[in-house]
């Protein structure tokens, strides 16, 4: 389809974000029952632990694959594949009699969640316009969140009747209906060559074959100055996630309290994610990206001062609205720099980056905390997070698309 002054996120919103808050209710009903049904089957407290990394790290590992794939196939292909693939992972987990089995269960719906986000992706970069290319994204990033949220809720009445495994048997549902909706709904959007293009001259640029390495060297420059900055902006998320529940304890908060906490600073971010897009489109990425950045480096920087729940829970929403402002930061970033040819490869390469700092930020905790003390490692994060404030601030303008033609594809 082209693109006119007349097109709007409405137009496409059912096949751009329907699949996505679909499979996202599976993915929240899933996540939070991991390391239990680990210990329905004899692992222990640690052994379950460890399960809960799984997923995380098969997603890592298939990150960069999973980009040839989409290529190769085409993104409504991929979607509706990896969503298909996602549900029976989720039903052999329902039904592993062993650890083994739930490991490999756990494992494959992680490498069928990189081509899943890789492949939405890739369709809506390839749809939405430039002026409104951050709220597509953060509106995708919101979406996704939205289903996060619901998915506990949904399952937990049926994992409260029929056992733990239920969580699983939610995402089996919510696999298969995301299946069927990209399926369908993606094609009436798709181009004759199912290639997701807007233009002839984009047909012709996508059905050339290029390597990931070949696209790698191509934009080197943008993968060292953005894509650095996009390894901080991985990291201040995922420490996020390990600093705060951590000190919480160390400070005699329970569980419930901890849970308490995660749950308002999710509100604020829910709410911001529309904004947040529409700030990057009418005012540029850096007002977004820098912000961000500074509040949640800041908030590590300052959560070892505080010791009650109110002052942890100040911190903790401080650093929520931080990350509620970057929704969709990643994406929208990934889509400006994306090529036409090799656009897959390249938000591979892009969600790679992400990744690394998701996976690296618990290990520097991890570390610092071992030599040191974990207030140590929250403001060492802190200060590597603030690192990345001026460093964006720096390289994003010169990556404005803003700057630009407006025009679809690849810009």
């Given at each position: ?20 808050a ?61 969503a ?61 969140r939205?289903g ?128 947040a ?14 912000p961000?950045?500074?509040v ?28 509620g ?30 990744l ?5 930020a618990?290990l ?32 994003l ?15």
């Open positions: 389809m082209s693109v006119t002054d007349d097109f709007s996120l409405r137009s496409i919103a059912l096949p751009a974000f329907g699949p996505t679909v499979w996202s209710v599976g993915v929240g009903a899933a996540v939070p029952v991991v390391a239990l049904s680990a210990r329905d089957l004899g692992a222990s407290i640690a052994l379950a632990a460890a399960f809960v990394l799984i997923e995380g790290l098969s997603a890592f590992v298939s990150s960069l694959p999973a980009g040839s794939l989409v290529a190769r196939i085409g993104e409504r292909r991929a979607l509706a594949g990896a298909v693939v996602d549900a029976l992972g989720a039903a052999l987990a329902v039904v592993a009699p062993n650890l083994w089995v739930l490991g490999v269960a756990i494992g494959l719906m992680g490498m069928t969640g990189s081509v899943f986000l890789l492949a939405r992706q890739s369709w809506l970069t390839a749809r939405a316009p430039v002026r409104i290319r951050a709220r597509a994204m953060s509106t995708m990033g919101g979406v996704q939205v996060l949220f619901v998915g506990p809720f949904i399952a937990a009445p049926l994992i409260h009747v029929w056992g733990t495994q239920a969580g699983y048997a939610v995402a089996v549902a919510a696999g298969f209906s995301a299946a069927v909706w990209a399926w369908f709904g993606l094609r009436d959007h798709d181009d004759p060559d199912g290639l997701g293009s807007e233009s002839a001259g984009d047909v012709l640029g996508a059905r050339e074959r290029v390597s990931l390495l070949d696209v790698v060297r191509g934009h080197r420059r943008v993968l060292l100055t953005i894509g650095a900055g996009v390894v901080l902006i991985g990291a201040a998320r995922q420490g996020r996630f390990v600093i705060v529940p951590l000190w919480a304890e160390s400070v005699g908060i329970t569980d419930s309290q901890t849970a308490l906490l995660f749950g308002i600073a999710g509100g604020a971010e829910v709410l911001l994610f529309y904004p897009g529409s700030v990057m489109d009418r005012f540029g990425r850096v007002w977004v990206a820098v961000f950045l500074v949640l480096g800041v908030g590590m920087v300052l959560l070892p001062l505080s010791h009650s729940f109110t002052t942890v829970a100040v911190v903790s929403t401080a650093m929520g609205v931080g990350n402002l970057g929704s969709g930061i990643v994406q929208t970033l990934g889509a400006d720099a994306a090529p036409v040819v090799g656009r897959a490869q390249f938000l591979a390469v892009w969600r790679f980056l992400s690394l700092g998701q996976n690296g618990p520097l905790v991890s570390g610092v905390t071992v030599v040191a003390s974990l207030g140590a490692s929250s403001v060492v994060l802190g200060l590597l997070v603030l690192g990345g404030a001026p460093w964006l601030a720096r390289w303008p010169a990556h404005d698309p803003r700057r630009k033609a407006v025009n679809p594809v690849g810009t």
